[in-house]
């Protein structure tokens, strides 16, 4: 088996509009499509995280509350690799988004954080 790379990871969030002003106006994803899908009745938004990864999220009617403790079972959180976490921080919290204090990585040595998107979901930073 030669599994190559992750191709993407698929969200479903509770409000599209935020979740789409959320990924591309304040992480700077780009579009790739989105659609409406009648038969559904939800949102798909393809983004373009960068030339390797694709993040799909999909916006249902009335899905059900995100778990809100992170060892339940499931995703448990999205990283992403920056090359200053300080600089990253330093733009979300212009941006008006808060980030746990910095730290080092246990196991990697790696200056690391956390901040979440607006349904909850942990995201990482990573150096």
């Not at 990253?88 to 246990?106: A, N, Q, S, W, Y």
Request: charged share 35%; aromatic share 10%; hydrophobic share 35%.
């Amino acid at each position: 088996m030669n599994l190559l790379k992750i191709h993407h990871i698929a969200i479903i969030v509770s409000d599209y509009k935020v979740a789409k002003d959320f990924y591309v106006n304040k992480l700077g994803f780009s579009v790739i499509r989105e659609n409406y899908r009648p038969e559904r009745k939800d949102w798909k938004l393809d983004l373009r995280v960068n030339e390797y990864t694709e993040l799909e999220i999909f916006a249902e009617e009335n899905p059900p509350k995100r778990v809100n403790y992170p060892e339940a079972c499931g995703l448990r959180h999205l990283a992403f690799c920056v090359d200053s976490v300080e600089q990253t921080v330093k733009e979300l919290k212009e941006l008006g988004i808060e980030c746990e204090p910095i730290r080092v990585d246990d196991y990697t040595g790696k200056k690391m954080t956390f901040f979440h998107d607006p349904d909850g979901l942990p995201l990482e930073l990573h150096e």
